[in-house]
């Protein structure tokens, strides 16, 4: 049996990114406000986060970033995994959509696709199973670390899941 503490990164900015003009994956680049960096910090303190084996993170800077902060105070190793990456509002890449747009779309319909949608998001079902392949990976450790980001949490807890930043949702797989 594995226990996955699943963490939402902490506060992100973009402004950065927005006055480069960054779009598409550019915009993944945010990193994290002062108050993300504290959050950060603030949960390498958690108690829930003694004993665990290993942290693994999502790509994105601001998850990354986070993962970084909590590794480094809780001397736990820090391995990056691609799959654990954001949902993602535009699955041909091209980004010729609003990505916000597109996640009302996917709120709307729940994640699951209908002949009627305007854009080609992930749907639920294929993020709940893009990570639930990573997490079948970590099976042999009894207690993980796992920073992403809130909607890829929800599609291992439940759909209308809201985690906050830095917040914590406990996982047990067997």
Not at 9 to 21: A, F, Q, T
Not at 88 to 113: A, C, K, V, W
Not at 129 to 149: A, F, N, P, S, W
């Amino acid at each position: 049996m594995t226990t996955f503490i699943l963490i939402r990164h902490g506060e992100p900015r973009y402004d950065e990114v927005l006055s480069r003009g960054y779009k598409g994956m550019g915009y993944e680049l945010g990193r994290l406000t002062d108050l993300g960096v504290n959050q950060a910090e603030e949960r390498a303190k958690d108690e829930r986060l003694k004993n665990s084996q290993i942290i693994i993170s999502s790509p994105y800077t601001r998850a990354l970033q986070t993962a970084a902060i909590i590794s480094r105070k809780t001397g736990i190793e820090l391995i990056v995994e691609n799959d654990l990456h954001e949902w993602m509002p535009d699955m041909t890449q091209n980004y010729q959509l609003e990505p916000h747009t597109s996640f009302e779309e996917y709120i709307q319909y729940r994640g699951i696709p209908k002949d009627s949608r305007l854009y080609p998001w992930e749907t639920y079902e294929h993020l709940q199973e893009r990570v639930g392949k990573v997490l079948d990976r970590y099976q042999t450790y009894e207690k993980v670390i796992v920073v992403c980001h809130g909607v890829v949490i929800s599609s291992q807890t439940h759909f209308d899941d809201i985690i906050e930043h830095c917040g914590v949702r406990i996982l047990v797989r067997s």
